[in-house]
């Protein structure tokens, strides 16, 4: 929580004064019981009316007052709770995107998304509600205590005897309702869970006839949030009863110990009044005090789990910025291995390769054998466990982020796109793309003929997730998204999988016309996409079993033979064109 | 809004005896705790002065007052146990239903709205109708007899200045609904922005890999920040104006605490007899009763703010249970057994009506076939799918099953007939066995990991670090085939009729599909079974091949039959082998 408290830097002005004007506000409250004494005592005692009516006046003028500063209060509040979350979604949201692929994989996008609006939300409420109520509370306490000491010493003992009982009950409920509402959030955290899933897989619930199933574990689920709720409610419910309780019978004490200090003289019948109006006074305060306590318990939970992300290394950034790009090895691996974060097993073993400008690289092998691996690791988002991978002769652990990525374009394996027009999701690469530069993209990965085709061109909305789109054109929108700008480097990984045949040579064609000096690294199934490639890896269970041009690795490996047998059939002999 | 709040509270008519029980204890408790201070009067009335204290009065008063406050304790807590039971089962019903309702709703309403949006509603509106409902119930109840008590018994103690407290009260009304009007308008923007805002970081950091790709991080914190600084402006100003409720009820209650000490004290003091019969301790009485008096209405207009957030939440809650569902269909006949045969006649289908897609489609599968569907991307494959199973609905023609119309049979015999593996997999939160066993769930841990061995998958799940009954999720990083070979296995266990393969193994390699479709043809022995797929290697061995292209057949044959017609399905087929 500590480290959260620098948000506030740039509101000390309102965090100060927010409180201080609410301390005024509680000043003046506290003096009305007294003005109230003085009408008793000098105003019924005396028999003087214009007295009476004068503090009458005061009291309302008193209350006016009072008004304006609680005013001035909230504003300050709310601007400082605001500016506060502001600043510090902000920095969230900055840090969350400085995230290695590994930190990423540790806490979930969803968990992410979760921490970025909800949890922030709940921190900035406990900061408003903390200036708010918090400050007056205990000063409505300590200022009522203060009152009544200086009316009767004695009699003020009571005050000391009850303020204490009423914090160790707060204490103690704080105690035990705590971790009950950790487990009430997972519950809710779980029925969250049910609820996005069931709604992926809506086809297959259907499919399978699962409804009914579905439905019954998540009233499972939902009868766990109401069970938790409730048996947390019965708990809290106890403080503002129990606080309730102590305060009157403080009250009772104060009469009757009063009734005592007035028999000696030591007291006025105004003054108990007095008393008795700031117990109630304090009693009202401690109630609110009470229910904040709740707000704060999930406003810590929730900066708790802020923290946790805060804590998360970022990603490690290389220093060299400066490319040669006249280097001929544009990529090279030596001696590559890799394994994940908590896998037993090494993903890729002892890899070294080299690619030269211009070419194209082509990747093989069988589900599960290492391909995308292989590839995540030139733009470096995840770092090789042992060998060096270098690009345009540089350690790419060494060159900065930014320099490295933004020389590669990458199509992931599962196309995303956002919402938007196509335009937009075309800039990705490239900001400042102009509409040539765009077309020109569109025609290499076959995509212009039906952008052109729909009515608003480029301006074409895709909706979230690109559900108005087939699965091919999300694939070739893909495809050209990550050509825009010339890369020197393009990636493809497994990226035509949903274009036919007819599409996916037409793309090939395309690539090798108007990106000849394109260096492409294509991952793929299909030995006919990768036939014409300069080189070749064959992939197998992490190692690489085979290196070469296709004709190569037809002659000398198995594991290429057979997948390219099996591809062709038995018409291999009359293939070569 | 009221119209939404009754139809909130019908759903708390079943805890109706928490509802009773609720007002019994909040009478109890609220008219105890507001006989107190008639008792601390007439305490305060037994001292008067130096040697003029009444201690045998004053002990018995004590008693008194200290088993008041006990008991009306007791009844506070009861309430609020009460209270507590009340609003959170009567959310957990309401959030029962809606997810319910998702399960019913026809596939169209989920294709056409974002799954986050609809989660939102499930998850975040829900709670939002949850803090207004406790508040509401806690506090209006106890609110509304404290009013209606305390208002007793100061006209109890003095009738005249009871109504001018009476008069002064609408004063705090009228502020409250003033403000609730000026926020309302803020609160409906805030909402607004914090959607969108929901919205943008879902959609980025949701695909946080694509966004480290492309290097578009600072755009998207640009683009985040915008969204975010408009958010804390309007969120200052909704906050603000609402806050103003309770300065504003509490100078009222200035006003009125004023008023009654000034016409209190005039009545004691004799000046003016319109007041009437007034002592020191009735007026101390007095004094406490309008602090009690004023209480609530505080409370109150916090509620409405409350419930003005819960009411905007149960709106969208509701516009979700308003939904057609797909028609219950248990009258209708179960499909018994299914023999294989298939036909569409005359089939017309779109998924709107400018975007023509299916026409006029005719087709007759025989049992034991294997028809495989080829044809560029948006023809229509999927489509077909989506109208076997009746995830859609056709606009007219027939698809005859088994000799059954399927619009004749029940949804549920219908689907219990296909084994389908899609496109895009789902792995959904559960272990390995969990996952295969989702169609089969009376499966023996022996037939999982036959039916896991019989796709290739059993090497894989071994080496996972809790083997077959380790955790996984879509997003557990299990690659696109391996999750592709744990739907396969899913249908392979399930031993279906029919089977439907959507591109399901384009993502698995050659290979390992080989082998799959080895165990495949075993299954399919005999099996009516439909492929749709671009791996020219697979159609190669189906009986019926279909060609679409824009929604129609354009070819109908085998391999060598169309290969020999040299048309659309020969080009395709020669694409193969052109470098």
Known sequence: ?577 | MLKTLKRVFSYAAPYLRYFVLTIVFAALGVSLSLAVPVFIGEAVDCCIGKGNVDFHKLGRIIVLLASMVVASTFFQWLMSLCTNKLSFLTIRDLRSDIFCKLERVPLRYIDGHTKGELTSRVINDIEIISDGLLQGFTQFFSGIITIIGTLIFMMAINFRIAIVVVILTPLSFIAASRITKASHDSYMKQSKLRGDMVGLAEEMAGNQKIVKAFVYDKRAEARFDEINKAYGKIGVKATFFSSMTNPTTRFVNGLIYAAVGLLGALGVVGKFPIIGVMTVGKLSSFLAYSNQYTKPFNEISGVFAELQNAVASAERVFAVLDENEVPDDSDKEVLESCDGTLSFSDVFFSYSPDTKLIENFSLDVKSGQRVAIVGPTGCGKSTIINLLLRFYDIDSGKIVLSGKEINSVTRDSLRSCFGMVLQETWVFTGTVVENIAYGAPDATREQIIEAAKSVYAHGFIKRLPNGYDTVISEDCGLSQGQKQLICIARIMLMDPPMLILDEATSSIDLRTELRIQRAFVKLMEGRTSFVIAHRLSTIKNSDIILVMKHGNIIEQGDHEQLLAKGGFYAELYNSQFAS
């Open chain 1, 1 to 577: 929580m500590k480290n959260l408290l620098k948000y506030l830097r740039n509101y000390k002005k309102e965090l100060l004064l927010g409180p201080f004007f609410k301390l005024l506000e509680a000043v003046f409250e506290l003096i009305v019981p007294v003005v109230m004494a003085r009408i008793i005592d000098n105003g019924i005692g005396n028999n003087d009316t214009s007295y009476i009516i004068k503090m009458s006046g005061l009291i309302v003028l008193l209350g006016a007052s009072g008004l304006c500063f609680a005013l001035t209060c909230q504003y300050f509040a709310a601007k400082c709770a605001y500016g506060f979350g502001t600043e510090l979604r902000a920095d969230l949201y900055r840090h969350i995107n400085s995230l290695s692929y590994e930190s990423i994989d540790k806490i979930g996008t969803s968990s992410l998304v979760n921490r970025l609006t909800n949890d922030t939300n709940t921190v900035q409420n406990g900061v408003n509600m903390f200036i708010r109520l918090a400050v007056r509370a205990p000063f409505f306490v300590i200022g009522a205590a203060v009152m009544a000491v200086t009316i009767d010493l004695k009699l003020s003992l009571v005050f000391f005897v009850v303020a204490p009982l009423i914090s160790l009950v707060i204490f103690f409920i704080m105690k035990k309702t705590v971790p009950m509402y950790k487990k009430t959030q997972q519950c809710l955290d779980r029925a969250s869970l049910l609820t996005r899933e069931n709604l992926e897989g809506a086809r297959v619930i259907r499919a399978f006839s699962r409804q009914n199933e579905e439905i019954d574990e998540f009233k499972e689920a939902v009868d766990d949030i109401s069970d938790n709720s409730i048996a947390v409610g019965k708990i809290s419910a106890i403080l503002n009863p129990v606080a309730f309780m102590v305060m009157n019978l403080g009250i009772v004490a104060v009469i009757w110990f009063g009734g005592k200090r007035i028999d000696v003289g030591r007291l006025t019948q105004g003054e108990l009044t007095a008393f008795t109006n700031y117990m109630t006074q304090i009693l009202l305060a401690l109630v609110v005090l009470a229910n904040l306590i709740v707000i704060f318990t999930k406003a810590f939970a929730s900066a708790n789990r802020i923290s946790e992300v805060f804590a998360l290394l970022p990603e490690e950034n290389g220093t060299i910025s400066e490319i040669d790009e006249k280097k001929a090895d544009i990529i090279e691996f030596n001696s590559v291995s890799f394994s994940y974060a908590g896998a037993g097993d090494y993903s890729l073993r002892n890899i070294s390769f080299s690619v030269k400008k211009g070419q194209m690289l082509g990747i093989i092998g069988g589900t599960g054998c290492g391909k995308s691996t292989l590839a995540s690791l030139i733009p470096c988002f995840y770092k090789a466990t042992e060998g060096t991978v270098s690009v345009f002769g540089v350690d790419v652990n060494d060159i900065e982020n930014v320099q490295l990525r933004s020389r590669i374009g990458i199509v992931p394996q599962k196309a995303a796109l956002f919402s938007g027009t196509i335009r937009e999701n075309m800039r990705w690469r490239k900001s400042d793309a102009s509409d040539a530069e765009i077309i020109s993209a569109l025609k290499t990965a076959q995509a212009w003929e039906f952008v052109s085709n729909s009515p608003d061109g480029l301006d074409t909305v895709i909706s979230q997730g690109g559900k108005n789109l087939s699965g091919g054109q999300k694939q070739r929108i893909s495809i050209a998204r990550a050509l825009v700008g010339d890369p020197d480097i393009v990636i493809l990984d497994d990226s035509t999988s949903a274009l036919d045949y007819k599409t996916d040579l037409a793309f090939r064609h395309a690539l090798s016309e108007d990106l000849p000096d394109t260096t492409i690294v294509m991952i793929s199934q299909r030995t006919t996409s990768l036939k014409n490639a300069d080189k070749i890896i064959v992939m197998d269970e992490g190692e690489a079993v085979g290196i070469g041009t296709h004709e190569e690795l037809i002659e000398s490996c198995d594991v290429y033979n057979e997948i390219y047998r099996s591809q062709m059939n038995e018409k291999e002999g009359s293939t070569n064109a």
